[in-house]
Protein backbone atom coordinates (compact mmCIF):
# COMPACT_ATOMS: atom_id res chain seq x y z
CA UNK A 1 0.00 0.00 0.00
CA UNK A 2 0.77 3.43 -0.61
CA UNK A 3 0.67 6.36 1.43
CA UNK A 4 1.89 9.47 1.58
CA UNK A 5 2.71 12.30 4.27
CA UNK A 6 3.33 16.00 4.04
CA UNK A 7 4.48 17.11 7.60
CA UNK A 8 3.50 20.88 7.49
CA UNK A 9 0.17 21.83 6.66
CA UNK A 10 1.20 25.68 6.81
CA UNK A 11 4.65 27.46 5.66
CA UNK A 12 4.81 31.68 5.89
CA UNK A 13 7.71 32.74 4.17
CA UNK A 14 8.80 36.43 3.04
CA UNK A 15 9.14 37.30 -0.42
CA UNK A 16 12.58 36.51 -1.96
CA UNK A 17 13.28 33.74 0.79
CA UNK A 18 13.62 30.10 0.02
CA UNK A 19 10.79 28.22 -0.03
CA UNK A 20 10.76 24.25 1.78
CA UNK A 21 7.60 22.01 1.57
CA UNK A 22 8.45 18.60 3.26
CA UNK A 23 6.73 15.48 1.92
CA UNK A 24 7.70 11.52 2.93
CA UNK A 25 6.02 8.62 1.46
CA UNK A 26 5.44 4.89 1.61
CA UNK A 27 5.87 2.50 -1.23
CA UNK A 28 5.75 -0.98 -1.30
CA UNK A 29 7.45 -0.71 -4.82
CA UNK A 30 9.54 1.81 -6.97
CA UNK A 31 7.58 5.08 -6.71
CA UNK A 32 6.82 7.39 -9.06
CA UNK A 33 6.10 10.92 -7.13
CA UNK A 34 4.62 14.31 -8.43
CA UNK A 35 4.29 17.56 -7.37
CA UNK A 36 1.17 19.52 -7.88
CA UNK A 37 0.02 23.49 -7.31
CA UNK A 38 -3.78 24.59 -6.70
CA UNK A 39 -3.89 28.16 -7.06
CA UNK A 40 -7.77 29.32 -5.42
CA UNK A 41 -10.55 28.08 -7.02
CA UNK A 42 -8.57 26.24 -9.76
CA UNK A 43 -7.66 22.45 -10.74
CA UNK A 44 -4.44 21.21 -9.93
CA UNK A 45 -1.47 21.71 -11.60
CA UNK A 46 1.60 19.49 -12.24
CA UNK A 47 4.44 20.84 -10.88
CA UNK A 48 6.81 18.52 -11.70
CA UNK A 49 7.34 14.01 -11.52
CA UNK A 50 10.47 11.58 -10.63
CA UNK A 51 9.51 8.09 -12.09
CA UNK A 52 13.31 6.27 -11.53
CA UNK A 53 15.46 8.68 -14.18
CA UNK A 54 17.31 11.63 -12.15
CA UNK A 55 16.91 12.20 -8.48
CA UNK A 56 16.53 15.54 -8.73
CA UNK A 57 14.02 17.09 -10.81
CA UNK A 58 13.50 20.11 -11.80
CA UNK A 59 9.48 21.71 -12.61
CA UNK A 60 8.09 24.91 -13.67
CA UNK A 61 8.35 28.29 -12.11
CA UNK A 62 11.54 27.41 -10.72
CA UNK A 63 10.81 24.51 -7.99
CA UNK A 64 12.48 21.63 -7.99
CA UNK A 65 12.28 18.65 -5.62
CA UNK A 66 15.10 15.87 -4.64
CA UNK A 67 14.16 12.00 -4.76
CA UNK A 68 16.03 10.43 -1.60
CA UNK A 69 15.56 6.49 -1.08
CA UNK A 70 17.14 6.20 1.88
CA UNK A 71 14.82 8.69 3.97
CA UNK A 72 11.83 7.77 1.93
CA UNK A 73 10.96 12.08 1.28
CA UNK A 74 10.65 14.00 -1.85
CA UNK A 75 10.89 17.35 -0.40
CA UNK A 76 10.09 20.21 -2.74
CA UNK A 77 12.34 23.63 -2.94
CA UNK A 78 12.16 27.28 -4.24
CA UNK A 79 15.43 29.40 -4.09
CA UNK A 80 13.36 32.60 -3.64
CA UNK A 81 9.66 32.78 -3.03
CA UNK A 82 7.51 35.15 -5.26
CA UNK A 83 3.97 36.25 -4.65
CA UNK A 84 2.50 34.49 -7.45
CA UNK A 85 3.75 30.77 -5.37
CA UNK A 86 0.54 31.44 -2.61
CA UNK A 87 -1.31 28.40 -3.24
CA UNK A 88 -1.54 25.02 -1.70
CA UNK A 89 0.89 21.76 -2.63
CA UNK A 90 0.22 18.12 -2.73
CA UNK A 91 2.60 15.70 -2.56
CA UNK A 92 1.40 12.50 -4.91
CA UNK A 93 2.73 8.86 -4.95
CA UNK A 94 1.98 6.08 -7.37
CA UNK A 95 3.45 2.91 -7.23
CA UNK A 96 6.03 1.32 -9.59
CA UNK A 97 6.03 2.88 -13.07
CA UNK A 98 2.84 0.66 -14.66
CA UNK A 99 -0.28 1.79 -14.18
CA UNK A 100 -1.16 2.40 -10.70
CA UNK A 101 -3.88 5.23 -9.29
CA UNK A 102 -2.74 8.53 -7.69
CA UNK A 103 -2.26 8.67 -3.54
CA UNK A 104 -2.44 12.50 -2.16
CA UNK A 105 -1.25 14.04 0.49
CA UNK A 106 -3.13 16.23 2.85
CA UNK A 107 -1.49 19.50 1.46
CA UNK A 108 0.58 22.37 2.33
CA UNK A 109 -0.85 25.99 2.23
CA UNK A 110 2.26 27.93 1.34
CA UNK A 111 1.74 31.72 2.68
CA UNK A 112 4.01 34.65 1.10
CA UNK A 113 4.01 37.74 3.01
CA UNK A 114 5.88 41.28 1.14
CA UNK B 1 -9.64 25.43 -26.32
CA UNK B 2 -8.67 22.21 -25.73
CA UNK B 3 -8.44 21.50 -22.14
CA UNK B 4 -11.02 19.67 -19.66
CA UNK B 5 -14.72 21.48 -18.69
CA UNK B 6 -16.32 20.98 -15.45
CA UNK B 7 -19.86 21.88 -15.01
CA UNK B 8 -21.21 23.56 -13.02
CA UNK B 9 -18.89 24.92 -11.37
CA UNK B 10 -21.48 25.83 -8.58
CA UNK B 11 -24.15 23.70 -7.68
CA UNK B 12 -26.65 24.12 -4.02
CA UNK B 13 -29.21 21.33 -4.01
CA UNK B 14 -31.37 19.54 -1.44
CA UNK B 15 -30.75 16.32 0.54
CA UNK B 16 -32.03 13.44 -1.28
CA UNK B 17 -32.34 15.29 -4.70
CA UNK B 18 -30.28 13.45 -8.05
CA UNK B 19 -27.51 15.89 -9.02
CA UNK B 20 -24.77 15.08 -12.05
CA UNK B 21 -21.71 16.78 -12.37
CA UNK B 22 -20.78 17.26 -15.97
CA UNK B 23 -17.06 16.25 -17.35
CA UNK B 24 -15.64 17.05 -21.08
CA UNK B 25 -12.74 16.46 -22.44
CA UNK B 26 -11.00 17.32 -25.59
CA UNK B 27 -7.71 15.68 -25.50
CA UNK B 28 -9.29 12.13 -26.26
CA UNK B 29 -7.25 10.99 -23.15
CA UNK B 30 -8.36 7.02 -22.40
CA UNK B 31 -8.52 7.35 -18.29
CA UNK B 32 -10.84 10.37 -17.10
CA UNK B 33 -10.94 10.27 -13.11
CA UNK B 34 -13.20 11.92 -10.42
CA UNK B 35 -12.07 13.13 -6.97
CA UNK B 36 -13.50 14.60 -4.01
CA UNK B 37 -11.33 17.05 -1.89
CA UNK B 38 -12.15 18.11 1.71
CA UNK B 39 -10.04 19.84 4.45
CA UNK B 40 -7.80 17.63 6.13
CA UNK B 41 -7.92 14.82 3.37
CA UNK B 42 -6.83 16.32 -0.05
CA UNK B 43 -7.82 14.06 -2.95
CA UNK B 44 -9.39 11.53 -2.68
CA UNK B 45 -10.60 9.03 -5.93
CA UNK B 46 -14.25 8.13 -6.03
CA UNK B 47 -14.19 6.36 -9.45
CA UNK B 48 -12.12 6.41 -12.61
CA UNK B 49 -12.25 5.26 -16.42
CA UNK B 50 -9.96 3.01 -18.30
CA UNK B 51 -11.74 3.78 -21.74
CA UNK B 52 -15.74 4.20 -23.05
CA UNK B 53 -17.70 1.33 -20.87
CA UNK B 54 -15.04 1.00 -18.79
CA UNK B 55 -15.13 2.14 -14.93
CA UNK B 56 -13.72 1.12 -11.50
CA UNK B 57 -14.24 2.13 -8.02
CA UNK B 58 -11.80 4.35 -6.24
CA UNK B 59 -11.00 5.13 -2.89
CA UNK B 60 -14.32 6.50 -1.64
CA UNK B 61 -17.31 4.83 -4.35
CA UNK B 62 -20.23 5.09 -2.05
CA UNK B 63 -23.19 6.95 -3.02
CA UNK B 64 -21.95 7.84 -6.41
CA UNK B 65 -22.53 6.28 -10.02
CA UNK B 66 -20.68 7.04 -13.31
CA UNK B 67 -21.18 6.42 -16.72
CA UNK B 68 -18.65 6.37 -19.63
CA UNK B 69 -20.85 6.12 -23.06
CA UNK B 70 -18.23 8.21 -24.49
CA UNK B 71 -14.19 8.67 -24.75
CA UNK B 72 -14.54 12.59 -24.02
CA UNK B 73 -17.32 12.65 -21.19
CA UNK B 74 -17.47 11.07 -17.55
CA UNK B 75 -20.47 12.17 -15.60
CA UNK B 76 -21.01 11.83 -11.98
CA UNK B 77 -24.38 10.94 -10.18
CA UNK B 78 -25.24 11.12 -6.57
CA UNK B 79 -28.34 9.33 -7.26
CA UNK B 80 -29.82 10.63 -3.47
CA UNK B 81 -27.51 12.93 -2.46
CA UNK B 82 -26.31 13.53 1.56
CA UNK B 83 -24.93 16.11 3.28
CA UNK B 84 -21.78 14.36 3.94
CA UNK B 85 -21.51 14.93 -0.04
CA UNK B 86 -20.91 18.16 0.27
CA UNK B 87 -17.34 18.86 -1.11
CA UNK B 88 -15.40 20.28 -4.12
CA UNK B 89 -15.41 17.67 -6.92
CA UNK B 90 -12.59 17.87 -9.65
CA UNK B 91 -11.90 16.21 -12.84
CA UNK B 92 -8.47 14.54 -14.39
CA UNK B 93 -7.94 12.64 -17.50
CA UNK B 94 -4.49 11.08 -18.38
CA UNK B 95 -3.42 9.21 -21.88
CA UNK B 96 -1.64 6.69 -20.90
CA UNK B 97 -1.20 3.40 -18.98
CA UNK B 98 1.86 4.00 -16.73
CA UNK B 99 1.94 6.46 -13.44
CA UNK B 100 4.39 8.86 -15.28
CA UNK B 101 1.68 10.27 -17.44
CA UNK B 102 0.12 13.22 -15.38
CA UNK B 103 -3.35 13.60 -14.56
CA UNK B 104 -4.93 16.39 -16.48
CA UNK B 105 -7.40 18.48 -14.13
CA UNK B 106 -11.14 20.56 -14.36
CA UNK B 107 -11.27 23.74 -12.32
CA UNK B 108 -14.05 21.65 -10.00
CA UNK B 109 -17.77 22.21 -9.01
CA UNK B 110 -18.20 22.98 -5.94
CA UNK B 111 -21.02 21.49 -4.20
CA UNK B 112 -23.51 22.30 -1.22
CA UNK B 113 -26.27 19.76 -0.27
CA UNK B 114 -28.22 21.85 2.36
Known amino acids: AQSVTQLDSHVSVSEGTPVLLRCNYSSSYSPSLFWYVQHPNKGLQLLLK??????LVKGINGFEAEFKKSETSFHLTKPSAHMSDAAEYFCVVSEGSGYSTLTFGKGTMLLVSP | DAGITQSPRYKITETGRQVTLMCHQTWSHSYMFWYRQDLGHGLRLIYYSAAADITDKGEVPDGYVVSRSKTENFPLTLESATRSQTSVYFC?????????????FGDGTRLSIL
Open chain 1, 50 to 55: YTSAAT
Open chain 2, 92 to 104: ASSVGLTADQPQH
